[in-house]
């Protein structure tokens, strides 16, 4: 992520830290020289070309929607109520692990992009299920409970989080969780 940090895209950002991995393999395999033995030699130089890549995906794997520039159009009705903004509103419910972690993202995303309102909104009506993603988020975006949890749920096809672009205070496009990859993330900054 610390490329993200010096300006580069989210899609490039990634992919090159997979590149120094592999790079990173392939400079131990050739510098490796101890044993005699050819099939010993010729065994661990593959371990070692491969294991930069392996550990680096062990703690940072590839998933199907990080490439991929999937998402779909918001065909469904809606309150106008729920999309109080032009922007990203991130739909999310009450104790939700995958919406919880979002948010380093959301910060970074907001980091790079100072002009994106972030809307992130939580389907239920209790402000106590909402304190912990309030302190997640230190004040660098919202956090506010849902007007029609129900009715916003349904657009977000009951999956969250649900990343939503917004324009003219109506949905227009949405990211499941697994859909909103660096891909998606690159071309919601690109509008800003």
């Known amino acids: 992520m610390t490329l993200i940090n ?4 989210w899609t490039l950002s990634k992919i090159i830290t997979y590149f120094l991995l592999i790079l990173c393999g ?3 395999m050739l510098n490796f020289q101890v044993f005699q033995s050819r099939w010993l030699k010729f065994s661990l130089k593959i371990v070692l070309l491969i294991l930069p890549f392996s550990i680096g995906f062990a703690f940072h794997p590839i998933y199907e929607g990080d490439f991929a520039l999937k998402g779909q159009k918001v065909l469904t009705n809606h309150s106008k109520s729920d999309f109080k903004k032009n922007g990203l509103t991130v739909v999310a419910i009450v104790d939700c692990p995958f919406c919880f972690s979002s ?5 970074m995303i907001k980091k790079r992009n100072p002009n994106i309102a972030i809307d992130f909104v939580v389907c239920t009506k209790d402000k106590n299920y909402i304190t912990n993603y309030i302190k997640e988020a230190e004040g660098v975006f919202k956090i506010r409970l849902a007007e029609n949890p129900d ?3 349904l657009i977000a096809g009951w999956r969250f989080p649900t990343f939503i672009k ?3 205070k109506k949905p227009v496009y949405l990211w499941s969780n697994d859909q909103f990859g660096v891909r ?3 071309q919601l900054e690109s509008n800003y």
């Open 166 to 168: 917004v324009e003219n």
């Open 184 to 186: 998606a993330i690159d």
């Open 6 to 9: 010096f300006g580069c895209s």
């Open 151 to 153: 009715s916003l749920a």
């Open 26 to 28: 392939v400079i131990m």
């Open 103 to 107: 948010i380093s993202k959301l910060k």
